[in-house]
C-alpha cells in the first residue's frame, strides 16, 4: 500500500513550474508522512522520472529541502537523500492573520475534505480488503494513538491518506493528499490540544473499525462526526 501512497504523491508535475512543484511535491511526502524520518528517498533517476523533472531540476529542489532542514545527502555505498530525524517545526501563521489571507479558501477547503474523505472512508468499507490493506490501516491507527505531539499531524495525516489508499483509487488518494496539506496549514495555526488528540484517536479507532467491520454507512458516519470536530475547532480558532 505504501507503493499507492507514493504514486500520490511522487507524481508527475505540472509544466510551467517543475522546480517549485518538484518541491511540493517532496514536502508533501514528507509532512503527510509517506516517507518517514530516517527514511531514504526514492533514488535521483526514479524521482526524476516519476514527477517528470530533469535530474538538475530534482537536484536543486533537494538542495531547497536540505538548506530547510528536512533532508540531508549521504554519500557513500548507502547513501543517498534521508529525511532528517528531526524535521523543522511548523511555521505557524497567527490564526487571525491567516483567516484574513483566507477568505472563502477555509470554507472551500473543508467542504472538499468533507466530500472527499467521507466518501473514502465509506468505499474503504464497501471495498473487499486484502489482509496486507488491513494490517496497513491497523498500523496507521497503532503509529497516530501512540505519536508524540511534535510527531501527531504528521501521523494523523498519514492515517487519512491511508483511508483513501485502501479505497483502491489513486485519484482519491492524490486528491486527498493535496487537500490535507492544504488543511495542514490551517491546523498549524491552532494548538494542539491534549483532550481533542485523546477525542480524535477514539474517532479514528471508530472509523478503521467500522471499515474493517465491512459497514460503509458507519464508516461514513463516524468520519463525518471526525470532520465536523476539526471543522468545528478551526472555525472557532480561526473566526
Request: aromatic residues 2%; proline residues 4%.
Amino acid at each position: 500500500m505504501i507503493g499507492q501512497a507514493d504514486d500520490a504523491v511522487f507524481r508527475p508535475v505540472r509544466t510551467g513550474n517543475p522546480f517549485e512543484e518538484a518541491v511540493e511535491r517532496l514536502l508533501q511526502a514528507i509532512k503527510l508522512g509517506v516517507v518517514v524520518p530516517g527514511d531514504r528517498l526514492p533514488s535521483e533517476r526514479d524521482l526524476a522520472a516519476r514527477l517528470n523533472v530533469s535530474r538538475v531540476t530534482l537536484r536543486e529542489a533537494i538542495h531547497v529541502l536540505a538548506e530547510a532542514g528536512y533532508v540531508e545527502s549521504r554519500r557513500g555505498r548507502y547513501g543517498g537523500t534521508f529525511v532528517n530525524e528531526r524535521l523543522p517545526k511548523p511555521r505557524r501563521t497567527p490564526a487571525k492573520r491567516l483567516a484574513r489571507e483566507l477568505g472563502d479558501g477555509l470554507e472551500d477547503a473543508l467542504v472538499l475534505r468533507s466530500a472527499l474523505e467521507t466518501g473514502a472512508a465509506e468505499a474503504a468499507a464497501a471495498r473487499a480488503l486484502s489482509e496486507a490493506e488491513r494490517e496497513h490501516l491497523c498500523r496507521c491507527l497503532a503509529e497516530t494513538s501512540a505519536a508524540t505531539l511534535a510527531d501527531y499531524r504528521r501521523l494523523d495525516s498519514r492515517l487519512h491518506l491511508a483511508i483513501a489508499e485502501v479505497t483502491g483509487s489513486p485519484s482519491l488518494t492524490s486528491a486527498t493528499a493535496d487537500v490535507r496539506m492544504r488543511l495542514n496549514e490551517l491546523l498549524d495555526a491552532i494548538p494542539l490540544l491534549e483532550r481533542n488528540i485523546q477525542h480524535s484517536n477514539d474517532q479514528h479507532q471508530a472509523i478503521v473499525d467500522a471499515i474493517l467491520a465491512d459497514d460503509p454507512e458507519a464508516a461514513r458516519h463516524a468520519m463525518q462526526e471526525h470532520l465536523s470536530g476539526t471543522a468545528t475547532l478551526l472555525r472557532a480558532f480561526l473566526a
